[in-house]
């Protein structure tokens, strides 16, 4: 949701209809707290509303349906600890996955809603600007040379995005960081990283290729609580980093003579946006391998449902939730018995959804240009 504080330094003070202190911007309410007050957007708490009870009835239809479908109301037993005969097949095993695929979901909602907005492109995104690529590269890497533990893997995927993104972002610092040559260079490393992790494939044992192939994908086979629980504690401990980053947005929007005389130190302040978006991108990652466009997708359809300046970090979370846990769904239905990987059915819709993108290419709309 778009949360604006009200201080006299704030940017919607100087785009609101009228600019007289105590005056609400259109579509805004006012909400009281203990230490003062903030402005809310309406559209956007009716959104990342909506989206939360669409979130809720996606995970009551995961839980229900499988290969023995279970009532909702025995769904709704085991979430709430009643005694069921439904505790094995909800409890324990299709829960673990869901809630690793809505963590998972959250995660990269957030992320590509903070690269997008620091990059002012919404075709940047961990999968695009070689984030993902460089998670996949060390940890097939690893898996190649005999680390294959689930519990190692993810702290491998995390190292591996960070060196990524650090590498993109140095390449691309020349006195400021251009959106568009952000987005290229990216892309270049995406590209490189990739090789990469062909060659560990082919020079790989046959087996471990196998394995390094299906994570490459993206899957939540398998996934449980050993999975959820370091994702969940990371999602936890970001929340506070998460809400300065919904309130930093509004200034790395502005153009950077604006932004500059307000006083905003915007070289840090993007910094501080890309590395919490590098990093809960990479944990989700190493949580379920690299699900593309997922981050992609997210911000670009909660920005569009919201109608507002800024892309809402809510509502992107939710989203992206929302697109994971049902893409599960789907992928383990479609075809059964025979389980799809996550990814394939993420991709099936990412894939045609960048290239609508890119021929698109209407730059002044979609904010390809200029300084970020």
Known sequence: MTVTAETPEAPEAREAPTSRRGVRPAGYTRVRAARGSFLLHR?????????????????????????????????????????????????????????????????????????????????????????????????????????????????????????????????????????????????????????????????????????????????LNGRGWDAAAPLGWVLLAALPAVAWAAYAQRTVSMDDDTATALGVRLGRVRLGLVLLGVVLASVATGAAGPVDFVALLAPQIARRMTRTAQIPLACSALMGAVVVVLADLLARRLLSPTELPVGVLTAAVGAPYLIWLIVRGRTAGTGTGGKG
């Open 43 to 219: 559209r956007s708490a009716a959104v990342a509303a909506g989206l939360a009870v669409l979130l809720a009835a996606v995970c009551v239809a995961y839980l229900s349906v499988g290969e023995s479908f279970v009532p909702p109301a025995e769904v709704l037993k085991v979430l709430t600890g009643q005694p069921s005969a439904q505790e094995l097949v909800v409890g324990t095993l299709r829960l673990p996955r869901m809630v690793v695929g809505l963590l998972v979901g959250l995660a990269f909602g957030v992320a590509g809603a903070l690269i997008q907005t620091v990059a002012r492109n919404p075709l940047a995104s961990p999968d695009i600007i070689g984030v993902s690529q460089g998670a996949s590269a060390l940890t097939v890497g690893a898996m190649t040379y005999g680390v294959t533990s689930f519990s190692v893997l993810p702290y491998l995927s995390v190292t591996g995005g960070i060196l990524a993104a650090a590498l993109v972002y140095v390449f691309a610092w020349r006195g400021g960081l251009h959106a568009t040559r952000f987005v290229l260079i990216g892309i270049g490393f995406a590209i490189a990283l990739r090789s990469i992790t062909t060659l560990f494939l082919t020079k790989g044992d046959y087996l471990v290729a196998q394995q390094a192939q299906v994570w490459m994908t993206g899957s």
